[in-house]
C-alpha cells in the first residue's frame, strides 16, 4: 500500500517535471523520435536483409550435369551416390527429354532450335537438381559430388548470388554498428537532459534526502521522467513503422527492384517493430535518467 | 539513558584540514544542548557527524542506537528519519505553501495523506504558526520561516532535533521567539535539541548545557553554562 502509494507519487511528480521543463522535454523527446526513427530504419532494413538472405539461401540448388554417354544403370548409381551424402536434403533427376520440354516451354526460340535435334545427338544432358541442408557446406558438397563417374560438370549459384549475400550482410553489420552508435548517443542526451532537470530541483533533493526520503523515493520520480521521454520519443517512429513500411510495401507489391528480392509481409512484422521500438525508446531513457542520477544521490 | 555517544571521534577533512581532535561525549535523552565556539573551532562539523552529512574519520559516533559511520550510504536516511535538522538559511521550497512545506517532509516518506493532515496541523500549531498555513514563505518574515522549518523538522516528531545556528539570521527579538518555541518543544515534546551558536545573550539567559568547542577540542561541557569569552 505504502510502496503503491509512493510510486503513484512518482508517476505524478514525473509528468509534472515533463510538463514543468517542457521546452527542455521537447528537445529530448524529438532528439529520441529522430534516433528512434533511424533505429526503425534500420531494424526494417536489417531484418528484409536477413530475410530475402534466407530466401535466396532456400533457392540455392546445385545443378549436375552428367555426361553425355551416361545410360540409365550409370544414372541410377550416380543417384545413390548422392542420396548417401549427409549434407543433401532433396534431389531430383531431370532426363535429356525433361530439360528438351521444359527449355521449349520457356521460349519460343529455343522451341525452334530444340526441334532440329532428336534424342540421339542431343546437346543437353542429364541432370540432377541437389538442395542441400547447410548452405555454407555448399562448396565441398558440390566438390564431392563432381568426383562421382560419370559427372561431367556440377553449377551452383557461386557466382552473382553469392556476391549480393556477402554484400548483404556486410550492409547488416553496419547498420547494427549504426543502431548501438545512435542508442549511445541518445542515452548520452538524456542523461544531459535529465541532468538538467535535476539541477533545476537541486534543492528539492537536498531536503528530502534531510527529512529521510529513500533513494528509490528520490530516484524513482526522474527514471519515470526518463522513461516517459523514451515513451513520447517513440510515438513518431512507431506511426512510421506501422504507417511508412505498409504503404512502402503496397506500392512496390511486396518486391524490391525484381522478384528476388521479397520483403517481409507487414503483418505482424510492424506490430513487433514498433514494439522492439517502443522497448528501446523506454528502455533508453530510463537507462540515462538511472545513471544521471546516480551522482545526486551521494550523500 | 544516552541518545548520543560520541567516542575518540577525530574527523580529518581531504584538504588535510582536522576539524575535530579525539572527541569524547554522551549526551542524555530529553536533554537541552547549546554548542558554542568560534569559526573554525568544529561545531558544524560536530552537527554535520551527527546527522551523517560528514563520517568521522576516527572513532565511533551512535546517535539512537545507530552507529552513524558504520551506516552505509543507502541506509543514512533510517538516521534521518529519527531526527530533524533547522539551518540558519531555512531551506523552505518556495513553490509550496507552509502547509505544504511542512507535509513534503511527510510525503517524502510515504506517509497517508489524513495522518499528514493530523501531524502537520500540529506542528504548526506547536511552532504558532495555525493562521499562515496557505502563506508562501516569502511571504512570511524570517523569524516566521524559521518557524516553519523548525515545524518541518519536528513534524515526524523524532527525539533529536539539531540546529545549526538558527537564529543567525535573525534579529535578536525574533532569536528569543524562536528560542521559546525551541523550548516548547524539548519540554513538551522531550525532543532532545542540540544547537549550535555563537550568539552569547541567547546561551547566557537560557542556562542550558553548554559544549564549548576551541580549534577542534573539548573545552569544556557545563551544566547550566555560560558563555565564556576566554574559549573562543
Not at chain 2, 81 to 90: C, E, H
Amino acid at each position: 500500500m505504502k510502496l503503491f502509494r509512493m510510486l503513484a507519487r512518482s508517476i505524478r511528480d514525473a509528468f509534472k517535471s515533463v510538463i514543468r521543463n517542457f521546452s527542455l522535454s521537447l528537445a529530448s523527446i524529438s532528439c529520441i523520435t529522430i534516433t528512434l526513427i533511424i533505429v526503425a530504419l534500420a531494424i526494417i532494413a536489417s531484418m528484409n536483409v536477413q530475410n530475402f538472405t534466407k530466401e535466396i539461401e532456400k533457392d540455392m540448388t546445385i545443378v549436375v550435369f552428367l555426361d553425355n554417354d551416361t545410360d540409365e544403370e550409370e544414372a541410377k548409381i550416380v543417384e545413390n551416390k548422392i542420396s548417401k551424402m549427409s549434407n543433401v536434403s532433396k534431389y531430383t533427376f531431370q532426363t535429356k527429354k525433361d530439360v528438351k520440354e521444359k527449355m521449349q516451354q520457356e521460349s519460343e526460340v529455343f522451341n525452334t532450335v530444340l526441334e532440329t535435334w532428336d534424342d540421339e545427338n542431343s546437346p543437353l544432358k542429364d541432370t540432377f537438381q541437389v538442395k542441400v541442408k547447410n548452405i555454407e557446406k555448399i562448396k565441398s558438397t558440390a566438390e564431392q559430388i563432381e568426383k562421382i563417374k560419370n559427372v561431367s560438370v556440377v553449377r551452383y549459384g557461386e557466382g552473382m548470388v553469392d556476391k549480393m549475400v556477402t554484400a548483404f550482410s556486410s550492409i547488416e553489420k553496419v547498420t547494427y554498428g549504426i543502431v548501438i552508435a545512435l542508442i549511445l548517443v541518445t542515452i548520452f542526451l538524456i542523461i544531459n537532459t535529465i541532468k538538467l532537470t535535476i539541477s533545476a530541483r537541486k534543492r528539492e533533493i537536498s531536503i528530502m534526502r534531510l527529512v529521510g526520503a529513500s533513494n528509490f523515493t528520490i530516484k524513482t520520480p526522474f527514471i519515470i521522467e526518463g522513461m516517459i521521454l523514451g515513451m513520447f520519443g517513440s510515438i513518431v517512429p512507431i506511426l512510421i513503422t506501422m504507417y511508412g513500411y505498409t504503404a512502402f510495401y503496397k506500392h512496390f507489391n511486396g518486391y524490391l527492384f525484381s522478384e528476388l528480392i521479397k520483403l517481409i509481409v507487414p503483418e505482424p512484422f510492424i506490430y513487433q517493430t514498433s514494439l522492439a521500438i517502443l522497448g528501446i525508446g523506454i528502455l533508453v531513457g530510463m537507462i540515462g535518467s538511472a545513471s544521471a542520477v546516480r551522482k545526486y544521490l551521494k550523500i | 539513558m544516552d541518545l548520543i555517544r560520541v567516542r575518540n571521534v577525530e574527523k580529518k577533512y581531504k584538504n588535510g584540514v582536522t576539524a575535530i581532535y579525539d572527541l569524547n561525549l554522551a549526551i542524555e535523552k530529553g536533554s537541552f544542548v547549546f554548542v558554542i565556539g568560534g569559526s573554525g573551532s568544529g561545531k558544524s562539523t560536530l552537527i554535520k557527524m551527527l546527522y551523517r552529512e560528514e563520517k568521522p574519520t576516527k572513532g565511533q559516533v551512535i546517535v539512537g542506537g545507530l552507529d552513524v559511520a558504520k551506516l552505509k550510504d543507502k541506509k543514512v536516511y533510517k538516521l534521518r528519519r529519527k531526527l530533524g535538522i533547522v539551518f540558519q538559511d531555512y531551506r523552505l521550497l518556495q513553490k509550496l505553501t507552509v502547509y505544504e512545506n511542512v507535509a513534503f517532509a511527510l510525503e517524502c516518506i510515504g506517509e497517508k495523506k489524513d495522518d499528514i493532515r493530523v501531524k502537520v496541523l500540529k506542528a504548526l500549531e506547536d511552532v504558532g504558526l495555525k493562521n499562515k498555513v496557505h502563506s508562501y514563505p516569502d511571504q512570511l518574515s524570517g523569524g516566521e520561516q524559521q518557524r516553519v522549518s523548525i515545524a518541518r523538522a519536528i513534524v515526524n516528531n523524532p527525539k533529536l532535533l539539531l540546529c545549526d545556528e538558527p537564529t543567525g539570521n535573525l534579529d535578536p527579538e525574533k532569536s528569543m521567539e524562536i528560542m521559546k518555541v525551541l523550548n516548547d518543544i524539548n519540554k513538551n515534546r522531550g525532543t532532545t535539541i542540540i544547537m549550535a551558536t555563537h550568539d552569547e545573550k541567547i546561551v547566557n539567559k537560557m542556562k542550558k548545557q553548554v559544549i564549548t568547542l576551541k580549534d577542534g577540542h573539548l573545552v569544556n561541557f557545563k551544566q547550566k553554562g555560560k558563555y565564556e569569552n576566554e574559549a573562543i
